[in-house]
């Protein structure tokens, strides 16, 4: 799976440089080992691959658990990725990330718990801060721009479109809290870097 892993980055990273001039901006933010969660918005189906492609390291990925039905695509799917139910983490998937983080691995989320439809960033759920708070691993904020124009939410086929993802500097989460003023805190100062990242861009 990992051989396959590495084949699949290679051939999407060369699809989007050829067809949406694929740009990748401050790689250097993220640590070459270690866990690591790398914090992204969501305005598009294709937010995961791209993402994936950005990276020099492998991700791992929390995935939506109704995505690991689908025939096929569910299979792919759980090689790289555990489930999480919308809405409602449950506290299995909480100490699974954490233990995945702890082991040292680089952890996908996207703090919004959902896709924008209109490409907006959303308001952060509380998931995000709870799993930094915990594993103490340091966060990177990290904006995907130009996929919720090449494959929008109830669009059907991709459309031309420039991608870029930024990624900025790593957040160090203070202390280890399980208190949820603190958790909810945490998770409004990563969105709100996000929403930075994104301001910036269309600068």
């Given at each position: 799976?990992?051989?396959?892993?590495?084949?699949?980055?290679?051939?999407?990273?060369?699809?989007?440089?050829?067809?949406?001039r694929?740009?990748?901006?401050g790689?250097?933010?993220i640590?070459?080992?270690?866990?690591?969660?790398?914090?992204?918005?969501?305005?598009?189906?294709?937010?995961?691959?791209?993402i994936?492609?950005?990276?020099?390291?492998?991700?791992?990925?929390?995935?939506?658990?109704?995505?690991?039905?689908?025939?096929?695509?569910?299979?792919c799917?759980?090689?790289?990725?555990?489930?999480?139910?919308?809405?409602?983490?449950?506290?299995?998937?909480?100490?699974?990330?954490?233990?995945?983080?702890?082991?040292?691995e680089?952890?996908?989320m996207?703090p919004e718990?959902?896709?924008?439809?209109?490409?907006s960033?959303?308001?952060?759920?509380?998931?995000?801060?709870?799993i930094a708070?915990?594993?103490r691993?340091?966060v990177?904020?990290?904006?995907?721009?130009?996929?919720?124009?090449?494959?929008?939410?109830g669009?059907?086929?991709?459309?031309?479109?420039r991608?870029t993802?930024?990624?900025d500097?790593?957040i160090?989460?203070?202390?280890?809290?399980?208190?949820?003023?603190f958790?909810?805190?945490?998770s409004?100062?990563?969105?709100?870097?996000i929403?930075?990242?994104?301001?910036?861009?269309?600068?």
């Amino acid at each position: 799976m990992t051989f396959l892993y590495w084949v699949l980055k290679a051939i999407f990273y060369i699809i989007l440089k050829v067809f949406y001039r694929f740009e990748v901006i401050g790689s250097e933010n993220i640590p070459d080992e270690g866990g690591v969660i790398v914090a992204a918005n969501h305005v598009s189906y294709l937010d995961p691959p791209v993402i994936g492609a950005a990276l020099k390291r492998r991700a791992t990925f929390m995935a939506r658990e109704g995505l690991f039905k689908i025939p096929i695509i569910g299979g792919c799917i759980r090689a790289y990725s555990f489930p999480v139910r919308r809405g409602r983490p449950q506290p299995s998937t909480i100490k699974e990330a954490v233990h995945r983080l702890k082991r040292g691995e680089l952890l996908v989320m996207f703090p919004e718990g959902g896709r924008s439809s209109d490409g907006s960033p959303l308001d952060a759920k509380r998931g995000i801060g709870m799993i930094a708070a915990m594993s103490r691993m340091p966060v990177v904020p990290t904006c995907i721009k130009g996929t919720e124009e090449a494959l929008p939410v109830g669009a059907k086929f991709l459309r031309p479109a420039r991608i870029t993802v930024i990624f900025d500097k790593p957040i160090e989460i203070d202390r280890q809290a399980a208190d949820k003023h603190f958790q909810e805190m945490a998770s409004r100062d990563i969105m709100e870097k996000i929403r930075n990242l994104q301001f910036k861009e269309q600068k």
